[in-house]
């Protein structure tokens, strides 16, 4: 008999956006346990936000817990968050939009780093854009992961391809983590840009023009996508296909693009359309956020499984840390 190897979506309700204003405070409900290190630039909030790892580490730092109005739940589940490494297009300083473009050498060992960094948090689905950086990115980086599980992309296009590719060992089904791929976490369209030098295409049609495509919120370039357009679909599918596996206690890993990203990131610390235009996120770094209790709560950039409690902001995080992967395994 087949041992089917599929995902279940989550049956779970869904967040509403609501109109309640985000507050900064730190947590120190966890604390008992171990201790995180990251950066977070809350003074910059207004200004600028940034995604990019920093090895100067406090304790307890200052996170940002955003509630999503949804029913109070025992439940507690990672998020993790991953641009892509640098393509060979990022190399060459090209806009790449929804090109399928793979990594570049640096890019590789960006994702590899990645997958380091995130060694020691559970990870129960993976999701991807259609697009060969971020496939490649999420697959390296779980080569590195200390459950040892294998992600395998899951192929749902028609009856033929599930029937072609399923899993006829349970053994093996459970020694592996599904891979789902979606064009809605696909980069934001870049129409008649895409392929252009950023350099040449700034002295052609004006920085001024150039930057007014790339970094407004509502503005697209010719034939292509706004950022507002992007987050529409982005978005869209993260509601609806990956916030109820969080909902239901599942550990889920997205590796996607700058602006499918930023625009998920906007969602869940409820960005202005002016905070998430300064949003910058580098390849290859990861973001983890801690969901409980309906709320989403920013970790940051993890510094990497050499730090003694770099996960371990709760119970659960914590027997992880320690290594009882069957006690976690028991817990859902």
Known sequence: MAATFCYQPACAGLHGLGNDVPSLGVSRKFGRFLTMRFAYNARDREHKLLASISHASAVDPPSLSISHNSPSTETESTLILIRHGESLWNEKNLFTGCCDVPLTKRGVEEAIEAGKRNSHIPVDIIYTSALIRAQMTAML????????????????????????????????????????????????????????????????????????????????????????????????????????????????????????????????????????????????????????????????????????????????????????????????
Not at 145 to 155: A, C, D, E, S
Not at 276 to 286: D, F, K, W
């Open 141 to 332: 980086a779980m080569t590195q992961h200390r459950q040892k599980k294998v992600p395998i992309i899951i192929h749902n296009e028609s009856e033929k391809t599930t029937t072609w590719t399923q899993v006829y060992s349970e053994k093996t089904s459970k020694q592996s983590i599904p891979v789902i791929t979606a064009w809605q976490l696909n980069e934001r369209m870049y129409g008649e840009l895409q392929g252009l030098n950023k350099q040449e295409t700034a002295e052609r049609y004006g920085k001024e023009k150039v930057h007014e495509w790339r970094r407004s919120y509502d503005i697209p370039p010719p034939k292509g996508e706004s950022l507002e357009m992007c987050s529409e679909r982005a978005v869209a599918y993260f509601k609806d296909s990956i916030e109820p596996q969080l909902q239901s206690g599942k550990h889920v890993m997205v590796a996607a693009h700058g602006n499918s990203l930023r625009s998920i990131i906007m969602y869940l610390d409820r960005l202005t359309s002016q905070e998430v235009i300064n949003l910058e996120l580098s390849t290859g770094i990861p973001l983890l956020y801690i969901y409980k209790e309906g709320k989403f709560i920013s970790r940051g950039s993890p510094v990497g499984p050499t730090e003694a409690g770099v996960y371990a902001y709760t119970q659960v995080q914590c027997f992880v840390r320690a290594g009882a992967w069957g006690y976690l395994g028991n817990m859902k």
